[in-house]
């Protein structure tokens, strides 16, 4: 969300007056964000001329209800679990709050379909996927940016088959159920199979136990948290991007931003066919959708094209010019500023 928000202003910047207000103090002082976030609105709207204010996220829904009594439009974006969040009190306020806003901007259809059941009204609602940019593909041999990152991580990638899943280690994502139910069936086949998972989160000894117990200490490598430079390498070095997810109650998958990223790198994506991914990944144009919780569909998938490098390396080449085609930033840009200036729905 925090790249999503920076990209969305840098954008918006080319094509519009914007003024961004934005938390940069520690989380330690986070109780502090709304009245800080309130008082330099404040400022803003005495000192300027504001045609409307834009609210990057679910949460800052009673601020934008504060900041109505000074009769500028105001729209607001849901990304996801801002508006399924498991607490009684949240899900009495924010969406009664939002709904007295003049327009939602839902990531995903599934986004949308949350906020509509929450009682937001469809005529305030209008579907803008995210954007990419293209920014991590690397125009450099595989070979020699997988010799630099096997250094990097201890562990050799000439000469295998590279899976990788991006993002927070989290029961949603299906790491585990990935590490617990494929990686063993794929390797009855393809000996030279490593997956690695980049990110961290409350999940992660779920995962080490699956690679300790199921004996894949030699296949599955958890590098952790990455910066931008080594994430832009695992998206080159690999053949194949998967994001198993699953679904979980009171959370969900807005969309699918490091999937558009590994597309944007021509990585062939085998993800689910859940949720805001669904928006992102279009299936066997910019990747395959497989169901849920369906072990074999996601075996098949990737033994096909692992099996077949012409194949893979061609649907990787249409799926990066799919996706940059698609969900450029200056469209999806240009697409919140139409929403802005008529901004208050019919």
């Known amino acids: ?39 330099k609105s404040l400022w803003i709207l005495i000192s300027s001329e504001v045609q409307v204010i834009y609210l990057q996220d679910g949460l800052l829904a009673p601020l934008g ?38 327009r939602i901007i839902c990531i995903s259809d599934a986004t949308k379909q949350q906020c509509a059941r929450r009682g937001v009204s469809g ?40 899976l990788l899943s991006v993002g927070r280690l989290v029961e949603r994502k299906g790491f585990h159920w990935l590490v617990e139910s494929i990686i063993t069936k794929l390797l009855e086949k393809e000996s030279d199979i490593v997956y690695l998972i980049a990110g961290d989160g409350a999940f992660r000894q779920r995962i080490e136990t699956a690679i300790r ?31 198993p997810n699953i679904p979980v109650k009171g959370d969900m998958e807005g969309f699918g931003v490091v999937a558009l990223e590994a597309a944007s790198c021509g990585l062939p994506v085998v993800a689910s066919d859940l949720e805001g991914i669904k928006d992102a990944i279009k299936d066997t144009e910019n990747g395959f959708l497989v169901e849920p919780y369906n072990p074999e569909g996601f075996v098949n998938a990737v033994r096909e094209l692992f099996e077949n490098d012409e194949l893979r390396g061609k649907f990787g080449a249409r799926a990066r010019e799919f996706t940059l085609e698609n969900y450029a930033w200056e469209n999806v840009a240009g697409r919140y500023l139409k929403v802005f200036r008529t901004p208050r729905s019919e």
Request: proline share 3%.
């Open 65 to 102: 209800l504060i900041l109505k009594l000074f009769r500028v439009p105001i729209a607001i974006t849901f990304h996801g679990r801002d508006i399924t969040y498991e607490s009684k009190l949240y899900q009495f306020l924010i969406p009664r709050f939002a709904e007295k806003l003049d």
């Open 213 to 243: 117990q199921n004996g894949l200490q030699n296949h599955v490598l958890m590098v952790g948290m990455v910066d931008d430079k080594t994430l832009k390498t695992l998206y080159n070095v690999s053949d194949i991007f998967i994001m």
């Open 123 to 162: 005529s305030k609602i209008v579907v803008i996927p995210d954007g990419i940019c293209d920014e991590f593909y690397m125009d450099e041999g595989k070979q020699e940016l997988r010799e630099r990152l096997s250094k990097e991580l201890g562990i050799s990638l000439n000469n295998k088959k590279v």
């Open 1 to 39: 969300m925090q790249r999503v928000a920076y990209e969305l202003s840098q954008h918006l910047s080319k094509i519009a007056n914007v003024k961004l207000v934005k938390w940069g103090g520690s989380n330690k002082w986070l109780p502090l964000v709304l009245p800080y976030l309130l008082l």
